[in-house]
């Protein structure tokens, strides 16, 4: 198919976990786990409430730090079997030791000990606070992430149930977040419309988590392309989701053409059925994406990473023709 090398900008460590690595865990701690895997074994909801639900039930079984190291390991090692060569991943101190900063060190730690393990991909983790935990607990979480801004740590985001609350609410979260120098995403116009990503502008974010959205506002389209700002879109998410009926029917090729800057990311992989590989396969059966596309995708994501600029130019030089 392709040896393109891939970067990948949006994807949740717990929603990458294998469901044999979460259940193995399970057997390892005798926790049994109920409503999380269907009859196949496979992540088992409904829609994206019940996704939500199922996603933080799985995180039952990720207590240690030591957990958390063994599953960016088990994580990488799929993105690397998939071609990806860089990514970055999004770490939530809620599920990483309670946004507590002396436990969010720690686990952050173990999280850079598993990226270690994996040398073919290079990993950056953009800290993400969940929406429907309110923006108090968004407020910790910025915190975390500032403290531990640096070289892994690169970036801030929000992800979680956009029906709760506006992008505002996280306003001091955000400003926190680009006061310690971190790159800035969130989630918005997946479940929210338009006016959520116009929300998130006010953000000042540089990158929005799926924004696919935009394409039901004429206006707000042209002001993304104009404005050069990086939509991490996820079309197996949504075509899994319920969003789009199909692949054919995503806005992706639409957005592409206006002049937005898209990119491809998988968000949840083994949730949505969906790898890099299978992303590109679809795309390119959808719109008959070639190689040529894919590399200028790839490219706009090395452009847009969280990342310092020597770490830039070894992935734009590797994407060169
Ligand atoms: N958390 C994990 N996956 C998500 C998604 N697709 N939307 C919002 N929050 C998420
Ligand atoms: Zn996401």
Not at 30 to 48: K, Q, S
Not at 50 to 61: C, D, G, R, S, W
Not at 96 to 112: K, M, Q, S, T
Not at 283 to 288: D, T
Request: negative net charge; hydrophobic residues 40%.
């Amino acid at each position: 198919m392709t040896d393109l090398p891939r970067i990948e900008l949006h994807l949740h460590i717990e929603g990458a976990a294998p469901p044999a690595f979460i259940r193995g865990l399970a057997a390892e701690k005798d926790v049994t786990l109920r409503g999380v895997f269907d009859e196949t074994g496979a992540y088992a909801f409904r829609d994206f409430g019940h996704f939500l639900q199922v996603y933080e039930a799985a995180t039952e079984v990720l207590k240690t730090p030591d957990d958390y190291r063994r599953l960016t390991r088990a994580v990488l090692e799929q993105s690397a079997e998939h071609g990806v060569v860089y990514t970055e991943m999004f770490l939530s101190p809620d599920f990483c030791g309670g946004r507590d900063v002396p436990a969010w060190r720690d686990y952050l730690a173990a999280i850079r000990e598993g990226a270690a393990e994996v040398p073919e991909v290079e990993m950056r983790g953009v800290v993400t606070c969940i929406r429907h935990f309110g923006p108090d607990k968004a407020r910790e979480t910025a915190t975390c992430a500032a403290e531990t801004a640096g070289e892994f740590v690169t970036g801030f985001g929000m992800g979680g149930n956009e029906a709760i609350g506006t992008q505002g609410d996280f306003a001091w979260a955000f400003d926190c977040a680009r006061e310690a120098g971190l790159g800035l995403t969130t989630h918005a116009g997946e479940f929210g419309g338009p006016e959520s990503v116009r929300q998130a502008l006010e953000l000042g974010v540089s990158r929005i988590g799926h924004g696919v959205r935009c394409i039901e506002d004429d206006t707000l389209v042209d002001r993304l392309a104009e404005d050069g700002i990086v939509l991490e879109v996820c079309p197996g998410s949504n075509v899994a989701l319920g969003l789009y009926p199909r692949f054919d029917r995503h806005p992706i090729e639409r957005l592409r053409e206006r002049g937005v800057k898209v990119t491809v990311s998988t968000d949840d992989p083994p949730f949505f059925h969906t790898d890099m590989t299978r992303e590109y396969e679809a795309l390119n059966r959808a719109f008959g994406w070639d190689e040529a596309i894919f590399s200028d995708i790839y490219r706009t994501a090395a452009e847009a990473a969280f990342c310092d600029a020597a770490t830039r130019k070894r992935l734009l030089d590797r994407l060169a023709p």
